[in-house]
């Protein structure tokens, strides 16, 4: 069974740092480019990063360019999101996932349950 | 960047159709995926490509996409598919966009 539980979420200051962890499980994670999306409270999905196997490439939105950085540990089946200089519109609940294409370009089909993260003083 | 315009909502008498569509420029040229995402829930893929679905999704769930526009259709609706919908689509300079989402209220 295919399994991505998101950990690290929670109550930051602005300016303040986070690390999202994402634990996979169930398929060959090192074969897969992998994303995180987010949902601020009430709003829709908007796709903030997604990183190629084998950590080489990454790709960001641009409201979390030089602030957010994705990385990867394929030893570990692990995803992350390292948030810095976080923003109180940063509030959202962050899912990690699987994209189902080798190429990156494609659609998600497994999903996390979502970790939310809030910024506020 | 590449925009997907929803209509913020859809309502919908149990056993009929409901038809969501999805605007985006020339966005018939490109490969639409549909998301079903239930209140305190992750979305969950219901269409890709298109028109394929995922095993576990009822074949009431279908897809189509020319032009300017995709559509969802939700055939024989059931009070379960109240959801918000989301379509999502990779472009080469937006990189991965979804839709505004719509809710879909079962009547």
């Known amino acids: 069974e295919v399994q991505l539980v998101e950990s690290g979420g929670g109550l930051v200051q602005p300016g303040g740092s986070l690390r999202l962890s994402c634990a996979v499980s169930g398929f060959t994670f090192s074969s897969h480019w992998m994303t995180w999306v987010r949902q601020a409270p009430g709003k829709g999905l908007e796709w903030v990063a997604n990183i190629k196997q084998a950590g080489s490439e990454k790709y960001y939105v641009d409201s979390v360019k030089g602030r957010f950085t994705i990385s990867r540990d394929n030893t570990k089946n692990s995803l992350y999101l390292q948030m810095n200089s976080l923003r109180p519109e940063d509030t959202a609940v962050y899912y990690c996932?699987?994209?189902?294409?080798?190429?990156?370009?494609?659609?998600?089909?497994?999903w996390g349950q979502g970790a939310l993260v809030t910024v506020s003083s | 960047s590449y925009v997907l315009t929803q209509p913020p909502s859809v309502s919908v008498a149990p056993g009929k159709t409901a038809r969501i569509t999805c605007g985006g420029n020339?966005?018939?040229?490109?490969?639409v995926h549909w998301y079903q995402q239930k209140p305190g829930q992750a979305p969950v893929l219901v269409i890709y490509?298109?028109?394929d679905r995922p095993s576990g999704i009822p074949e009431r769930f279908s897809g189509s996409n020319s032009g300017n526009t995709a559509t969802l259709t939700i055939s024989r609706v059931e009070a379960g598919d109240e959801a918000d919908y989301y379509c999502q689509v990779w472009d080469n300079t937006s990189d991965h966009v979804f839709g505004t989402g719509t809710k879909v209220t079962v009547l």
């Open positions: 020339n966005i018939g040229s490109k490969r």
């Open positions: 996932a699987r994209d189902a294409l080798v190429a990156g370009t494609g659609y998600f089909d497994y």
């Open positions: 490509y298109d028109t």
